[in-house]
T-cell receptor, first 116, second 114 residues
Framework: AQSVTQLGSHVSVSEGALVLLRCNYS??????LFWYVQYPNQGLQLLLK??????LVKGINGFEAEFKKSETSFHLTKPSAHMSDAAEYFC??????????????FGQGTILTVHP | SAVISQKPSRDICQRGTSLTIQCQVD?????MFWYRQQPGQSLTLIAT?????????ESGFVIDKFPISRPNLTFSTLTVSNMSPEDSSIYLC???????????FGEGSWLTVV
């Protein structure tokens, strides 16, 4: 079964600093990879995804992530944090093939705090 | 992108009662999915809802507790039966969009059982 590990349940950065949220997955076959953001008292919003092709993907709000097959990683970065980035971030994976059309396995989430 | 509407958005329920959550999608989708997010936790898949057949439940979830309907390609319901405080969670509907090659979520239904 798939597993997703997000290193660090809480990450704190200063406004303007680099944001790095880590995600590793367990699949031996490259899956589809997603990052979602959940703002307080809201649902999930898709930040970005990797399915095939270019391994560096850009998403909304200045975020990007790089798929590294050799490291089974899909870390999320943003060069300069804004206060509005404070939220919980979830990494999720989906098997690329078979009948797992929309079954996602989620990491435990990382709460990002941005200090002035 | 797919637009997913869930009702109710929030509710406070008495223990022992049941509540049905509705999920409406603005386009036809083959499969719809129901997730649960317990307080402070990540999301866990409850079941996959296929049109015209019974839902497929994940380990730890049973039909008697979480009956699901999928009457057509744009709509599904999840019922949380005989609720206890442990059922206080966010319940989210999601769909796999073939055209967008991605997975979208509704805004969630926030249930508190007292």
């Amino acid at each position: 079964a798939q597993s997703v590990t997000q290193l660090g349940s809480h990450v704190s950065v200063s406004e303007g600093a680099l944001v790095l949220l880590r995600c590793n997955y367990s699949s031996s076959v490259p899956p589809y990879l997603f990052w979602y953001v959940q703002y307080p008292n809201q649902g999930l919003q898709l930040l970005l995804k990797y399915t095939t092709g270019a391994t560096l993907v850009k998403g909304i709000n200045g975020f990007e992530a790089e798929f590294k097959k050799s490291e089974t990683s899909f870390h999320l970065t943003k060069p300069s944090a804004h206060m509005s980035d404070a939220a919980e971030y979830f990494c999720a994976v989906k098997d690329a093939g078979g009948t797992s059309y929309g079954k996602l396995t989620f990491g435990q989430g990382t709460i990002l705090t941005v200090h002035p | 992108s797919a637009v997913i509407s869930q009702k109710p958005s929030r509710d406070i329920c008495q223990r022992g009662t049941s509540l049905t959550i509705q999920c409406q999608v603005d386009s036809q989708v083959t499969m719809m999915f129901w997730y649960r997010q317990q307080p402070g936790q990540s999301l866990t898949l409850i079941a996959t809802a296929n049109q015209g057949s019974e839902a497929t439940y994940e380990s730890g979830f049973v039909i008697d507790k979480f009956p699901i309907s999928r009457p057509n390609l744009t709509f599904s319901t999840l019922t949380v039966s005989n609720m206890s405080p442990e059922d206080s969670s966010i319940y989210l509907c999601s769909v796999w969009s073939l055209s967008g090659n991605t997975i979208y979520f509704g805004e969630g239904s926030w249930l508190t059982v007292v």
